[in-house]
């Protein structure tokens, strides 16, 4: 994380943190009144695995950002503020904004917009008066999370002059000449106006979208929801670079190529001839049949635990959940004693099982076939269990993975 510093209108001191890959696409994140940049931080870290930079900017008055003594919060200050940020940053980036910046960003815009972004996304904007609706946010959030006002200077309310904003709003939408995405939520002050409708007509280039069943914002209450319909425009509207293709039948790119395929992860346990507990992580296992019940698994010929494996006449498939990356990596390695430091619990086919695992799954060894440098170990299943309220630890492009959509 690099934090970047800005001069804004009047002279005041704006803050930014920069996350990811300077030469990847920017975007900069711009919160509402009465946050803090903090309140993009899930958002921003899957931007960046979605290789973008991220540029999360304080508005003045909140975070890191000097609260100005002069106490001027109204549009005009954040207008210039935006503008000063957006022409200092040296490229041009998607702006994504929530509640109150979404009329800060509509009207900066409005003017010179594709010199200064290559695109806007307004989640959560009201285009029609609402004199209490930065106050009831602010509130709200405070409550919900326990923050500290002083994150931010409360003379900030009140001082954006709402009796001209829907005009404003209407006579800005036209000339927003750029790729716009309008994201609205399920709070009732968000729901969808006449005014909303006629803001969204009269935008040249833009699509909308609503996210359903949020208790506060879309951004903190449906954030996986939000960040499918962020990175689907962002991958149309902002690709990273034309797609590259390669080709080979070497193994090397076959390796590469297989890792595109997203998997989950697993470890397989067993017991030696002595009773002693093995295991290894896995991550090429399938379900194979219902009727009669059977997965598979592939093993490595090189594997310490593979000899076992061949031999063993039950064995267990431990599905790993997000927060077990630890343990994969324990069972991945070599050298530690892998159950010592794992909490477990014998099965009733007396199989090793983890404890905390999404689930798992007791065999007995139905057939065992060579594949190459793998053998492929079939189990017919006697006994499964899960967890269905924890999330899976995925794998894929050689890293460790998250679900990002719900």
């Known amino acids: 994380m690099t934090i970047l510093t800005f001069k804004g209108f009047g002279g005041v001191r704006l803050e930014a943190e920069a996350i990811g890959d300077e030469n990847d696409p920017t975007i900069l994140l711009v919160h509402g009144a009465g946050q803090t940049r903090s309140e993009w931080s899930t958002v921003a870290e899957a931007l960046v695995q979605a290789g973008r930079r991220v540029v999360s900017l304080d508005l003045r008055g909140h975070g890191g950002s000097e609260w100005p003594e002069s106490g001027r919060y109204d549009l005009e200050s954040h207008i210039e503020d935006l503008r000063a940020v957006l022409a200092q940053l040296g490229t041009r ?32 904007m009201p285009a029609r008066r609402d004199p209490g609706l930065a106050k009831a946010i602010a509130e709200r959030l405070a409550a919900l999370r326990g923050h500290d006002q002083k994150l931010w200077d409360e003379r900030v309310l009140g001082q954006i002059d709402l009796d001209d904003l829907e005009n404003r709003l209407a006579e800005a939408a036209p000339k927003l000449n750029l790729p716009t995405l309008v994201v609205r ?7 969808r106006s006449p005014a909303s409708a006629a803001f969204d007509a009269a935008l040249p280039n833009a699509e909308s979208v609503e996210v359903a069943d949020a ?4 951004v903190t209450d449906r954030t996986e929801a939000f960040l499918s319909h962020l990175l689907d425009f962002l991958d149309r509207k ?21 890792g595109c395929f997203a998997t989950g992860i697993t470890i397989i346990t067993s017991r030696d001839g002595d ?28 594997a310490g635990s593979a000899p076992v494996l061949r031999e063993a006449e039950h064995f267990a498939v431990n599905m790993l959940q997000v927060s077990q990356q630890a343990t994969s990596n324990r069972f991945a390695g070599k050298g530690e004693d892998r159950f010592a430091a794992t909490a477990w619990t014998e099965g009733e086919t007396g199989m090793p099982l983890i404890d905390g695992a999404l689930g798992a799954f007791e065999c007995k060894r139905h057939a065992i076939h060579d594949g190459g440098d ?7 299943v006697v006994r499964a269990q899960f967890e269905p309220r924890r999330d899976p630890l995925l794998y894929f492009r050689g890293k460790y993975r998250r679900l990002h959509f719900a």
Request: charged share 15%; proline share 7%; hydrophobic share 50%.
């Open 238 to 258: 902002q690709p990273r670079a034309a797609p590259e293709f390669r080709a080979g039948s070497d193994a090397r790119t076959l390796r590469d190529a297989m």
């Open 185 to 191: 939520g399920g709070l009732p002050w968000m729901e």
């Open 215 to 218: 208790d506060l914002l879309v």
């Open 374 to 380: 793998h053998f492929i170990l079939v189990g017919e």
């Open 275 to 302: 009773g002693t507990p093995i295991g290894l992580t896995a991550n090429s296992f399938t379900s194979l049949s219902l009727d009669p019940p059977l997965l598979l698994v592939c093993v490595a010929n090189t």
């Open 93 to 124: 980036p998607v702006v994504v904004t929530s509640t109150s910046s979404g009329w800060i960003a509509t009207v900066a815009l409005a003017t010179d917009a594709a010199n200064l972004a290559a695109g806007l996304v307004l989640v959560d």
